[in-house]
T-cell receptor, first 112, second 114 residues
Framework: DGGITQSPKYLFRKEGQNVTLSCEQN?????MYWYRQDPGQGLRLIYY???????QKGDIAEGYSVSREKKESFPLTVTSAQKNPTAFYLC???????????FGQGTRLTVV | DQQVKQNSPSLSVQEGRISILNCDYT??????FLWYKKYPAEGPTFLIS?????DKNEDGRFTVFLNKSAKHLSLHIVPSQPGDSAVYFC?????????????FGSGTQLTVLP
């Protein structure tokens, strides 16, 4: 089955710790994205990557880092510099920039 | 400054009636618009889209209307079913320039009452 997989579904971390969220896709999509959803707000773009070994900052990149060493994988690290890390994180991918995006099931990160 | 706005955070509709969800945008470079549906604790799923060269696109019970002069689009669901209860996000992007990535609205929670 082709799809986009995020793990884990729920994640708890202590304040001050870095944490990495996994995103894997087997759709052979070129582009991958990370969004954050907060209550009452839309999906805000954190980082995106159009091609392996290249990525761009989105609207709210501060406190986050990414890598794109493989086409299938686009992990997101939430660093201790992120002021409000508790949120629902969504990974997405699409074949090319101008096609519909497919989303993973999301990771709910709670920092205590 | 929000470039895509969904001004109604929630909407309740009786089963069998029409649901109309609205979306406004400000960036005149946007030329492709999408609607996504999202259940709690799940990722959004693509529902329907429309290009700016059209003013209407229909897919089964779902129809999206685009009014470019008003920078407004709407999603009509007819007839509404309880399974349609979800958060609906409007999204937009431009085919060139700096707005090529999807920009999402804040979502509208649709509740279809049996």
């Amino acid at each position: 089955d082709g799809g986009i997989t995020q793990s884990p579904k729920y994640l708890f971390r202590k304040e001050g710790q870095n944490v990495t969220l996994s995103c894997e896709q087997n759709l052979n999509h070129d582009a991958m994205y990370w969004y954050r959803q907060d209550p009452g707000q839309g999906l805000r773009l954190i980082y995106y990557s159009q091609i392996v070994n290249d990525f761009q900052k989105g609207d709210i990149a501060e406190g986050y880092s990414v890598s794109r060493e493989k086409k299938e994988s686009f992990p997101l690290t939430v660093t201790s510099a992120q002021k409000n890390p508790t949120a629902f994180y969504l990974c997405a991918s699409n074949l090319k920039e101008n096609t519909e995006a497919f989303f993973g099931q999301g990771t709910r990160l709670t920092v205590v | 400054d929000q470039q895509v706005k969904q001004n109604s955070p929630s909407l309740s509709v009786q089963e069998g009636r029409i649901s109309i969800l609205n979306c406004d945008y400000t960036n005149s470079m946007f030329d492709y618009f999408l609607w996504y549906k999202k259940y709690p604790a799940e990722g959004p799923t693509f529902l329907i889209s429309i290009s700016s060269i059209k003013d209407k696109n229909e897919d089964g019970r779902f129809t999206v209307f685009l009014n470019k002069s008003a920078k407004h689009l709407s999603l009509h669901i007819v007839p509404s079913q309880p399974g349609d209860s979800a958060v609906y996000f409007c999204a937009a992007r431009a085919s060139s320039g700096s707005a090529r990535q999807l920009t999402f609205g804040s979502g509208t929670q649709l509740t279809v009452l049996p």
